[in-house]
């Protein structure tokens, strides 16, 4: 981690064109897509079922469409169209050609 909150995700060379890709960033699974020169951090984890897909998902109109029952998110705002329960969303840092993000690690609720 670096000083300032920021944790290393991944190199924006390894990003394909609107195919996600998941790391776990702090024990949370995000899935990281690359819209054309637009680089996007999201948890991956879908809210409805709670499936790790997102990163798999299709990318329609700067949207995330999630493999399982095609829920969609903004990439920008997390949210459904509908506003409904969305993505967590995480900021983008990159700094030649690495990726950073904030991602605190989740605290356990017992
Ligand atoms: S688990 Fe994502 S739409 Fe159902």
Request: proline content about 4%; some cysteine; glycine content about 8%.
């Amino acid at each position: 981690m670096m000083d300032n909150g920021y944790s290393k995700v991944c190199t924006v060379s390894e990003l394909k064109q609107n195919q996600g890709k998941r790391f776990l960033i702090n024990d949370v699974e995000v899935a990281v897509f690359k819209i054309e020169e637009e680089i996007f951090i999201v948890s991956n984890i879908c809210p409805h079922q709670h499936t790790a897909l997102i990163y798999d998902g299709f990318i329609e109109a700067g949207c995330v469409v999630c493999p399982a029952h095609g829920w969609m998110f903004n990439l920008k705002t997390g949210k459904q169209p509908t506003g409904a329960r969305g993505l967590d969303v995480y900021p983008v840092k990159i700094i030649d050609d690495e990726v950073f993000t904030i991602i605190k690690a989740k605290e356990l609720k017992w």
